[in-house]
Nanobody, 123 residues
Framework: QVQLVESGGGLVQPGGSLRLSCAAS????????MGWYRQAPGKERELVAN???????NYADSVKGRFTISRDNAENTVYLHMNSLKPEDTAVYYC?????????????????WGKGTLVTVSS
């Protein structure tokens, strides 16, 4: 019914930049908050940043000033611009969307997750 597909991960040197994208598709009625989480090896998944449909943003302290989240509501897409990357940013980054979808002419609310994209920061 609904899919979230991330792209943009990869290997980057410390101090470098990457942009992650996540596109939501399917029988979507509306999307409330969209966000990015990450999970490093041996650690729990943590919030990186999220953004409401109105554009209000929230960031983890560890990424403030380096990462910027944005979204294109018309395209149901959220972006994460990552600058000044550090080795400790290495993780699988997951897209999340709190959305309402249509099924059998009824509206349903659900939290969806993408499959993740790996970001490796290393020299």
């Amino acid at each position: 019914q609904v899919q979230l597909v991330e792209s943009g991960g990869g290997l980057v040197q410390p101090g470098g930049s990457l942009r992650l994208s996540c596109a939501a598709s399917g029988s979507i009625f509306s999307i409330n908050a969209m966000g990015w989480y990450r999970q490093a090896p041996g650690k729990e998944r943590e919030l990186v940043a999220n953004i409401t449909s109105g554009g209000m943003t929230n960031y983890a302290d560890s990424v403030k000033g380096r990462f910027t989240i944005s979204r294109d509501n018309a395209e149901n897409t959220v972006y994460l611009h990552m600058n000044s990357l550090k080795p400790e940013d290495t993780a699988v980054y997951y897209c999340n969307a709190d959305l309402i979808y249509v099924d059998l002419d009824q509206l349903h609310g659900m939290d969806y997750w993408g499959k993740g994209t790996l970001v490796t920061v290393s020299s």
